[in-house]
């Protein structure tokens, strides 16, 4: 079959027959989120015709100001995949704490548990810039058939089974890892049918993009801003890199992804962990690199090995074309 007519099903179903993780339930649950990503996208492009957009007046967990999309997705998505039966647990950036499915349901055999960020960007919603979901699927450690304990949670991000992210942009994309290389698949919305349009995604060595919110820089480390200088060093009489940042993870990942690039969001003197979530943002996000021959670093390790304290965990965070990440960790050790 010609790889552009393939679709996100079938692909699930082929990879099944390849895999370790051959019981279904993985597959079951990877189209559960291709479901809840159509459905957000629907609402996602309505936004603006019907009153969805601004906030609810709400703070979440993280101190942020929720808005009603941040809502919708993060109910869409439960909703959907609590339905279903397919997970176990489900833990959320916008939930104080996991969901226990099973407390639900005693007959719940799953083994996995999902953590989400139902939607990324939300300063980005209200002026039609891109957004996206980012997820992150492990095997629960504790006994299926019993309730879920937070250490189904916070587990290394090395254990990850699969991870991903929808990107609702001028079209939409699911981008998705089980740990055999990235797909991308396109959304065609006559029939919301995800398509693989990207296979074996792979981030370039190089690139000439570096993506951060520069406002920040008089907070940033002495190392950091060195590396920022080098960025801007003219190569030839021309400028070296082109700075980018759209304020939306899922996009300046996207983009760098497929045009090579450097993302980074560092500890400040104000918040000494970054602003990313370990769990829901930095992981997947790390995952995905690494399986398209990118790196990521929180600046001292990978952010992979590291192992969570607690669900809303904060870390500096680094991720983009390899020969660019290396070459930042290189600034950022001359000042340990
Ligand atoms: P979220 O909308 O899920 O809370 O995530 C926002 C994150 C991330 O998407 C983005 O890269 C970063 O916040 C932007 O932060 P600044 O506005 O501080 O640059
Ligand atoms: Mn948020
Ligand atoms: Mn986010
Ligand atoms: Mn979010």
Redesign the pocket.
Known sequence: MNLKHQTLGELIIENQKNSNYSSGELSKLLNGIGLAAKLVNHEVNKAGLVDILGGVGEYNV?G?AQQKL?LMANNTFIDTLTKREIVCGIAS?EEESFININSLDLKNKNKYVLLI?P?????NIDVNVS?GTIFSIYKRVTKIGTPVEIEDFLQEGNKQIAAGYIIYGSSTMLVLTTGQGVNGFTLNPAIGTFYLSHPNMRQPENGEIYSI?EG?SAFFSKGLNEYLDFCKQPLDNKPAYKAR?V????A?FHRNLIKGGIYL?PQTKIDLKG??RLLY?CNPIAFLAKQAGGEETDGKQSVLDIKPKKLHERVPFFTGSSNMVNKLKSFLKEEE
Request: charged share 35%; hydrophobic share 20%.
């Open positions: 993280q942020e941040d950036e960020d939607l990324d960007g939300s300063s957004v919110n920040n940042y304020g939306s993870l899922v300046d969001y602003k990313l943002e």
